[in-house]
């Protein structure tokens, strides 16, 4: 019997070396004494998407600092990833020092997280440079990363506007100006026209798991989707402009109601004439398409000003100890320094934050006179307005309430009125 | 207790303690988690008795899910338990030529990661301009956008699980099927027994162990498995047309946080998963042809 | 009743030749013993009767009808398995009866013809018990039943006894020709044990690596072997093959001489027939105890015990030899003198060891033993 | 006519063959394709202008011998361990009459019933407070508490018939010693066919690990995959594919070797209920 013990003991102990023998590679090496600080900067950048430009940014940067030393992650599954890791790791008792914060997580992530605002960590820690968010900024940029209670929860870093991408190509083939429409209303004749001709779509408008394309598009009519803390995109001017756009996808079949990456893909191997989405994608359509493409700004409605929401990211500093929180610091300072910003740029196809990088020599000058699919965006910033992003814990619901109407509608299933109005009605309800 | 007993525990300890700290504590944490209101961080959890059960039910969204979850659980049945049956009874007794290969090569795919597996299919069936809708445009037909369909999509993202569970499902099949004697098909062929009968009547229920076990296979994991393919392509939608109890948990627990609601719902799943549990005890201990 | 004609017909497996240019016609009703060793293409070529190997090259009619490509169902045989195979999660009536259902018969007439099966059978109170729950007797019975309920026209058994111990085949065999008798089917019957051939067929036919060696009834299979496999496969022991010669009207084995019959020398001579293989049965050899001339003499090595008799195993001129005898006779190391009948002797040709034939004298059936 | 009737079986699983073969050709096929090229000829299996560039690009943007090598070591281990354990609680079910028995086992192959996400919060707490989030050892120890394995090997044990084990019983032989040189070279298909199923799963796993790793150097494959993908950047198909292919490359060529063995051993493992 105790023979058969003995190796019972024998197996367990076996497979405990195994499986510490798998771990010990593993484990991080030790950097060779001092007192550095460690600090993990969570992010979203995919390989596509300037998870390059990151990794150059982060090696400059602990070249440059003896005392901090900066570790990137990255979260796949874009800010909504993000957050659950977040969620995970504060769950455990544990944070990041820097984070990207998705614009609809905004609400979300100022009420459930603690975070330094950045005006603060500049008087703590930056004495010198007391007025650098005023001078740097442009007080309506950042303004888009205040929460509902007025909290500056960080700096806007990331910033992304919707433009239409077009397939010249095509618009000339359907007999139509080849530089695009200037209103919305000629982009419905644009798509028509194109579906009638050529028997190809005229239109795609992004659908992701978020509904950041279609807010520009009613807000871009009059319409907003918070007004005093409450849903009100149920309004004329947002039922019609959503009209125009189901029925394009209902009546005429012009546009497609389809996934994102499946859209995308339909534009760039030139099914569709007309893409509309965020500047980010502007690497992915100029490497994939085969024919004469160009970006022109977001239309407005006739008589209206264009209202762009912007999208991408902020950062937010989430470190715990006044160390930490020091070393975020010198890292966000460094990330929004002029080269910094410049390359991540390039590197990603954001527009720049900050004031003065545009005209800068040694900031995105020469790249802007090169690439003219980014002056798209770059032209369009007077029109950027926050990304709306509902109070409160239930927020998230809202916008996913958001996402459901929107296949609804575009599926046929309810009209546009009526999935607005009771989709604002359940969202107020549930801001209660 | 015995020495024979203490030892047989001793065999099992090693299981045990790993079930002990990742299955039954966190099956009993999620339990008590399911009645409070929480998201994971908040410092203070909201005890709201059965109330995360009740807005459950009361939530017309359940019923959707639930029904999605049932319309897996047929299509998945029919395309990962049945369609291998049958293939394997053909492979078996139908043809004479090229067995092996077959073999062989329809369980290749379940090798491969089903995440690869819905980004091949997510371009192969883009419905405009994938390979499947050229093929299709050029006999004249128009793929409907089946992400954004109801109904369809579910069928979809079964057919990318299918392609990668169907191998092995077929496999183990088919070797609970060459466990019925070819000699007891001859008799029935040589009795002017047609195929589908020969099937139904002789070869279903001399594999029906393998066949049992497979079929709760195909439910339980097969809805499991559908989770790869619904987060990498449709997120559930559209508006929730292909959201199933399992991806429900995950959408309620970690996209919006509903940490209680979410466990609630756990739970009620695992619950529904049971009852087939007891079916399995029932059929499959009971009532099935063993070779022994 | 069905004729089943094989003409030219060959197997093969890839490269694997199983059998070779068949050509062999079952007669309607008879009872045909496919008769070889195992591996010898026997059950080949019931299966293909069956339909259920395809048939390579040649053709298989049944009543003048090609059926090379006509599926076995389609065929209206039934067939009893070596195995039995019967349906293990059916119940002994719904095993005899399946074939029935599946055919739409009526009711009545299913119930009638299960009735009937079951009495002669004698399975009578097993209808509801499942395969497992029988005795291997019983279940091949339950085999036999089901194929008998089909009232085909041709009945294929594939070793049918071969499960069976010893006792209970016997009986079997009795059962076996009872059901014929009544329903008077084709009988095919495979097996590799020469008693249940002599006593169950009408005719026997022969198989060796794929080639028909014999097609003849028992008593012909057993005295006038085409050919030394079939003298040496059929009957036990085997019929004791030896080179020899022959010259001066005598019979040379080795270093040993006897005279020939007339008519054997006669014959031979006709045939100019000098070496050959020849063929004699253990039973037809006799120990001599006394008479020393003419006959052929060796050393007993050693004593087989039947019983009743005794296999004596003989040493002459390095050929070994079996003689039923007596064993007071004979004790290992004893030298022996011994007679071969004349009567009973076999010859084959050296080159195609087929038979050569018998003088005219012997084609009446000679019952009185003639010693040489 | 039977041969006609075959060629029209052939005919069918051919086709269905193709439908389950054809995604992996294209993934190969569009890998070595310029992105462009994807684009406007998804449907090729030639590329017209055949590239490596994708593949290099994976190359020097992922460390990929270490991520290949982690994803090696948690799906040995885990079948490694998950045989083990399962084998032994197999074995004492089988073999063993003791208190608590009928219970204990439907207990645990109950688990089978239960999804993964009711597990998953309270599993990620528990590998963060044990250190071991960002670490492959977290995503080891989960994945261990599975059943599938005590019940398929369980059942190929019923198969044996008792008088073996106890034929050995009266040589004075161990438990552990009977279990090691009777009952499982007996069932030996049995446990290697539920080793390879543990490798396949264990090899494949997505999302756990994404929730458990966070540094480059300790994805493990199916985690590379998305780093190339990103619905606000887009997704770079043929580099996608590119991963893809080197994900399943290693399963498919062991596959692809081990081919005849592994068939022959799942279907003479035959789950007998």
Known sequence: MKNVFLKLVSVGVLSTLLLAGCGQQSSPANPAGGQKTKIEYWHVNAETLGGKTIEELVKQFNAQNSDVEVVARYNPDMYKGLMQNLQAEVATGKSPAVVQIGWAFLDYFSNNFTYVEPQKLVDSFDQGDKTFLQDKFLPNVLGLAKNSKGSQVGIPYSLSTPVLYINRDLLRQAGLAENGPKTWEELVVFANTVKEKTGKYGLYIQEPADYWAQQALLESNGARMMTNGKASFASEEGIKAFEAYADMVLKTKSALHISWGEGVQSFVDGNVAMLYTTIAQRANVQKGAKFDVAAISSPAWQGKQPRLPAGGCFLAVTAKSEAEQKAAWKFVKFLYSIESMAAWTKGTGYVPPRKDVADAENGLKSFLAENKMMAAATSQMAGVVPWTSFPGDAGLQAEQMLLDSRDRILSGGISAREGLVQTQTKINELLK | ?292 | MKEIVFENVSKAYGKTTVIEHLNLTIRPGERLILLGASGCGKSTTLRMIAGLEQITAGNLYMNGQRINDLASGERNVSMVFQNYALYPHMTVADNIVYGLKIQKLPKEEIGQRLQAAVDMLELNGLEGRKPRDLSGGQRQRVALARAVVKRSDVLLLDEPLSNLDAQLRVHARKELVKIHQTYRQTFVYVTHDQVEAMTVGNRIALLHEGQLQMLDTPANVYNRPANVFTARFIGSPSTNILAAHYADRALHIGRQAVRLPEFWSAFLGQKGCRDFYLGIRPEHIRLERDRTDNVFSGTVKYIEEYGNRCGIYLDIEDNELVAIGDKADAWPGKRVSFAIDAAKLHVFDKQTKENIGYPEVYNEPVYQYKSL | MRIDREAQWHILLGGALLLSLLPIAFAIANSFKELSEAYNNVFSLIPEHPTIGNYLLVFSRLPLGQITANTFMVALAATVFKTVTSALAAYAFVYFDFRGKNVLYFILISTIFIPFTVTMIPNYLTISQLGFRNNIIGVILPQLSDATGIFLIRQAMRTIPRSLIEAARIEQAGHLKILASIVLPLIRPAVVSTGIMFFINSWNEYVWPVLILKDKVNYTLPLALQLFISSEGGTDFTIAMAVSVITMIIPLVLYLIFQRYIISTFTSSGVKG
């Open chain 2, 1 to 292: 207790m015995s020495g024979n007993a203490l030892l047989a525990y001793g065999f099992i300890l090693p299981s045990l303690l790993v079930f002990a700290v990742f299955m039954f504590y966190p099956l009993l944490y999620t339990v008590y988690l399911s009645f409070f209101e929480w998201n994971m961080i908040k410092p203070v959890k909201a005890f709201v008795g059965w109330g995360n059960y009740i807005a459950l039910l009361q939530d017309p969204l359940t019923y959707v899910v639930l029904k999605n979850t049932f319309a897996y659980i047929v299509i998945l049945l029919l395309l990962n338990c049945a369609a291998p049956y049958i293939l394997a009874f053909i492979l078996s007794f139908v043809i004479r030529r090229g067995r092996d290969f077959y073999k062989s090569a329809f369980f290749l795919p379940s090798v491969i990661s089903l995440v690869v597996g819905s980004i091949l299919y997510l371009w192969i069936l883009n419905p405009i301009s994938g390979p499947v809708a050229i093929i299709a445009k050029f006999f004249g037909i128009t793929i409907p956008v089946w992400s954004k369909t109801q109904g369809l999509v579910i069928g979809v993202l079964s057919i990318i699980t299918t392609w990668k569970v169907f191998g092995y499902n077929f496999i183990v099949l088919f070797g609970g099927i060459t466990g019925v004697p070819q000699e007891v098909i001859e008799a029935a062929k040589i009795d002017n027994v047609p195929l589908h009968r020969i099937f139904l009547d002789i070869v279903l229920p001399m594999s029906s162990a393998t066949g049992v076990y497979i079929f709760i296979m195909t439910i339980v994991q097969g809805l499991q498995y559908v989770f790869t393919p619904i987060k990498v392509v449709t997120q559930g939608g559209p508006d929730n047309a292909s959201s199933n109890a399992i991806y429900n948990v995950y959408q309620e627990g970690f996209t919006l946080y509903h940490t209680g609601y979410a466990s609630a719902f756990a739970i009620v799943t695992m619950v529904l998963f049971v009852v087939l549990l007891l079916a399995e005890f029932k059929y499959v201990e009971k009532g099935i042809y063993y070779e022994n």
